[in-house]
């Protein structure tokens, strides 16, 4: 009999960075700089990217992972809803992963801007629930540090 548990977990991620909160958050409501930080990554390529910012909105991105990867030529495919956006200050939405065609988990993800000391610091909490044959919350944990990375990338732009 498969494993039908689900892992619930939660995770918080701090970053600052030296650039005011309105700039960060322009890099999350712009689709362009979005797409780049957010939806491009090494081990995959990005098919399809749409988002409609507002709340009620949606986001889809579709993806192929490369050779090389764990799942070479599989459909990784991520769709979410925008529920709660104050400008500059912040986003609130709820998503979920499908692989293949195994949805393997959902999450809500609060983003928050703050002003800091010498620029801006962001608050990503991220509250999952981790399906049968998912990545898992360290591996989820781990892929959200490394947007964070490519989001200071971008900013440095």
């Not at 600052?16 to 958050?25: I, K, L």
């Not at 749409?50 to 579709?62: A, I, P, W």
């Not at 002003?115 to 360290?138: K, M, W, Y």
Request: proline share 4%; aromatic share 10%; charged share 25%.
């Amino acid at each position: 009999m498969p494993d039908t548990n689900v892992i619930h977990n939660t995770f918080t991620i701090n970053r600052n960075y030296p650039v005011s909160p309105e700039r960060v958050f322009a890099a999350f409501a712009d689709p362009a700089k979005k797409r780049r930080w957010f939806a491009e990554g090494e081990n995959h390529s990005v098919d399809d990217f749409s988002m409609d910012f507002r709340v009620g909105g949606l986001e889809h991105t579709v993806s192929h992972f490369k050779e090389g990867s764990p799942f070479p030529g599989v459909a990784l495919i991520n769709d979410a809803v925008f529920h709660d956006i104050v400008l500059n200050r912040r986003i609130v939405q709820s998503s979920h992963m499908t692989l293949g065609d195994h949805i393997f988990s959902a999450s809500l993800v609060t983003v928050e801007f703050l002003a800091a000391e010498g620029g801006a610091e962001l608050v990503i909490t991220h509250q999952g629930a981790f399906f049968e044959n998912s990545d898992g919350p360290e591996r989820r944990e781990n892929g959200w540090r490394k947007i964070a990375d490519r989001l200071a990338a971008e900013l440095a732009r």
